[in-house]
């Protein structure tokens, strides 16, 4: 069973930037396909970021792109999400998700393995 830990939450005023990361505990597999979903009090969780096994290919969802980067860390089975101008709509616990698969799928990710979330909450 692989086991995903996010950290780098935390509350910050519109505009500012966070940077959450993700480890798996893990390592004697190889995590693939790794991403980032988020879910605000009242609405579905949805796909934030997602980055391949080998890091060449990330998908954003429209609403962060050009203010989100995912990126796979040097040490195995890591990710992090660097997010800037940061606005009041990016508030909710965000969610690591991973899969042992490289190719990426918003669907494909939501049946895989999730850590247990971290808390974002911007003010304006």
Known sequence: QVELVESGGGSVQAG???????????????IGCMGWFRQAPGKEREG?????GSGGTTTYADSVKGRF?????????????????????????????????????????????????????VSS
């Open 69 to 121: 980067t995912i990126s796979r860390g040097n040490v195995k089975n890591t990710m992090t999400l660097q997010m800037n101008s940061l606005k009041p709509e990016d508030t909710a616990v965000y969610y690591c998700a991973g899969r042992l698969v490289s190719h990426c799928t918003w669907a494909g990710l939501r049946n895989s393995y999730w850590g247990q979330g971290t808390q974002v909450t």
């Open 48 to 52: 934030v970021a997602a980055i391949t």
């Open 16 to 30: 500012g930037s966070l940077r959450l990361s993700c480890a798996a505990s893990e390592y004697a597999y190889r």
